[in-house]
Nanobody
Framework: QVQLVESGGGLVQAGGSLRLSCAASGRTFSTDAMGWFRQAPGKEREFVAAIWSGGSTYYRGAVKGRFTISRDNAKNTVYLQMNSLKPEDTAVYYC?????????????WGKGTLVTVSS
């Protein structure tokens, strides 16, 4: 059974930083592409960043240059370093296993971690 457990969220002032972690279990994640998604109040869940097994990364335009996704395959953990945070980054953040060759998530979801950025 696949389990994804996100942590590291919190309340931060605009311009601040947070580092999110996602501990994964239940499959061989080292060969999977992994991603981060977020859902703001009243909005659809949206893609944030992806990292492939070889280390290549991809970001949505609004976070490029501010967020960095990384992974530690030995720990089955994916990270999202978020710098220069803005109020519009406020959302619940989720990690996901990506469908091969896409930015679309498989249907495995954790509870997410709430990030609140105050102005």
């Amino acid at each position: 059974q696949v389990q994804l457990v996100e942590s590291g969220g919190g309340l931060v002032q605009a311009g601040g930083s947070l580092r999110l972690s996602c501990a994964a279990s239940g499959r061989t994640f080292s060969t999977d592409a992994m991603g981060w998604f977020r859902q703001a109040p009243g909005k659809e869940r949206e893609f944030v960043a992806a990292i492939w097994s070889g280390g290549s990364t991809y970001y949505r335009g609004a976070v490029k240059g501010r967020f960095t996704i990384s992974r530690d395959n030995a720990k089955n953990t994916v990270y999202l370093q978020m710098n220069s945070l803005k109020p519009e980054d406020t959302a619940v953040y989720y990690c996901a296993v990506l469908k091969p060759g896409t930015h679309s998530p498989m249907d495995y979801w954790g509870k997410g971690t709430l990030v609140t950025v105050s102005s």
